[in-house]
């Protein structure tokens, strides 16, 4: 089954604990983003990558680091959680032409 | 910078009234224009799109229309059903990179029986 799969679904956390949360595709996808939803604010966009060892900043990176060493991976670390990293993630991935496919997110607590 | 407004940010009907649901996006070089359904505790998920090359795009009781001279786009849900309730995101291409994406906060639609 073609799928985006993140893990884990749920995770609670004390500030300043280094996480990492993953993301892994079957669809041999070049596109693969990361997303937090907040209530009011909708999806904005993290960070973002056309290909391997390929990534760029999106709208709101502070705090945040990414890597593609492979093209299915596509990881999201956080090295000092703060409370207002608490929030609903989702990866995607797509081809260059669209459309994102999402993982079923990551709801994360920092307290 | 690039940005996409979506309004109303809730929209109540009746069901099998029509729901109609606007989003302006603000880069001219976008080229992709995605709608996408969520559902409580799940991801979003594709329920139609449209390139900038074609004004109009239905299937079944969704539609899609793209005005790139006003830069605006709309969906159209008609004879809504309680199934349609949900959190519809439109959004848009950053330019031409049809693989990245902005969007919209989001509508919640409520269909009421």
């Known amino acids: 089954e073609a799928q985006v799969t993140q893990n884990p679904r749920y995770l609670i956390t004390v500030t300043g604990k280094k996480l990492t949360v993953t993301c892994s595709q079957n669809m041999n996808h070049e596109y693969m983003s990361w997303y937090r939803q907040d209530p009011g604010l909708g999806l904005r966009q993290i960070y973002y990558s056309m290909n391997v060892e390929v990534t760029d900043k999106g709208d709101v990176p502070e705090g945040y680091k990414v890597s593609r060493k492979e093209k299915r991976n596509f990881p999201l670390i956080l090295e000092s959680p703060s409370p207002n990293q608490t929030s609903l993630y989702f990866c995607?991935?797509?081809?260059?032409?669209?459309?994102?496919?999402f993982g079923s997110g990551t709801r994360l607590t920092v307290v | 910078g690039e940005n996409v407004e979506q309004h109303p940010s809730t929209l109540s009907v009746q069901e099998g009234d029509s729901a109609v649901i606007k989003c302006t996006y603000s880069?001219?070089?976008?080229?992709?224009f995605p709608w996408y359904k969520q559902e409580l505790g799940k991801g979003p998920q594709l329920i139609i799109d449209?390139?900038?090359?074609?004004g109009e795009k239905k299937d079944q009781r969704i539609a899609v229309t793209l005005n790139k001279t006003a830069k605006h786009f709309s969906l159209h849900i008609t004879e809504t059903q309680p199934e349609d309730s949900a959190v519809y995101f439109c959004?848009?291409?950053?330019?031409?990179?049809?693989?990245?994406?902005?969007f919209g906060k989001g509508t919640k639609l409520s269909v009421k029986p």
């Open positions: 959004a848009a291409s950053r330019g031409g990179s049809q693989g990245n994406l902005i």
């Open positions: 449209i390139r900038s090359n074609v």
């Open positions: 880069d001219s070089a976008s080229n992709y």
């Open positions: 995607a991935s797509s081809r260059t032409t669209g459309p994102y496919t």
